[in-house]
T-cell receptor, first 109, second 117 residues
Framework: EDKVVQSPLSLVVHEGDTVTLNCSYE??????LLWYKQEKKAPTFLFML????IEKKSGRLSSILDKKELFSILNITATQTGDSAVYLC?????????FGTGTLLAVQP | SAVISQKPSRDICQRGTSLTIQCQVD?????MFWYRQQPGQSLTLIAT?????????ESGFVIDKFPISRPNLTFSTLTVSNMSPEDSSIYLC??????????????FGPGTRLTVL
């Protein structure tokens, strides 16, 4: 059965800290690994990774995929209160995404 | 990326009734999907909305409970039928445009928060 596991389940940090969120996956017909940020209802797209070892960056966020170890991380540097959200990881298969349960990040001033 | 709207944004319904949720995209897209997110849970795919044919349902979801329409490449509806309190969830549509050969890159609508009393 396909599964995506995220850790930690929740995290509390202070502004300026750096955080690393983890995602492991077992997905049949794996194509890609996606990260989303969910603040209220709608997940907003962050990254899609398809190749191992190639870091993707967007501002203070970066992510990398290890297809050998079936693992991805999302890094956020110099965290801000606006980074507080649930971060979702999803494994992309042929016609679907399989989501993890998310990491709840709280950034305190 | 495509701009996606959903209606209604929220609703409170009585058990035994049905609610139809609409998803509208500002451009033609190849794939449209419907997800459910129960309280405290992650997103679960209900079905893929296929243009011009019946939707493809995931295990645990059936057409009688969640009928789906997709009359064209920019619009889809999901109906939650004969609702019970267990159907209280956020319902999300997402789109994926495969015209450029890019698979899996899905973008989500704003969601519909449904509460069943």
């Amino acid at each position: 059965e396909d599964k995506v596991v995220q850790s930690p389940l929740s995290l509390v940090v202070h502004e300026g800290d750096t955080v690393t969120l983890n995602c492991s996956y077992e997905v049949t017909n794996f194509r890609s690994l996606l990260w989303y940020k969910q603040e209220k209802k709608a997940p907003t797209f962050l990254f899609m990774l398809t190749s191992s070892g190639i870091e993707k960056k967007s501002g203070r966020l970066s992510s990398i995929l290890d297809k050998k170890e079936l693992f991805s991380i999302l890094n956020i540097t110099a965290t801000q209160t606006g980074d507080s959200a649930v971060y979702l990881c999803a494994g992309g298969a042929t016609n679907k995404l399989i989501f993890g349960t998310g990491t709840l990040l709280a950034v305190q001033p | 990326s495509a701009v996606i709207s959903q209606k209604p944004s929220r609703d409170i319904c009585q058990r035994g009734t049905s609610l139809t949720i609409q998803c509208q995209v500002d451009s033609q897209v190849t794939m449209m999907f419907w997800y459910r997110q129960q309280p405290g849970q992650s997103l679960t795919l209900i079905a893929t909305a296929n243009q011009g044919s019946e939707a493809t349902y995931e295990s645990g979801f059936v057409i009688d409970k969640f009928p789906i329409s997709r009359p064209n490449l920019t619009f889809s509806t999901l109906t939650v039928s004969n609702m019970s309190p267990e159907d209280s969830s956020i319902y999300l549509c997402s789109v994926e445009d495969r015209q450029g050969g890019s698979y899996n890159e899905q973008f989500f609508g704003p969601g519909t928060r449904l509460t069943v009393l």
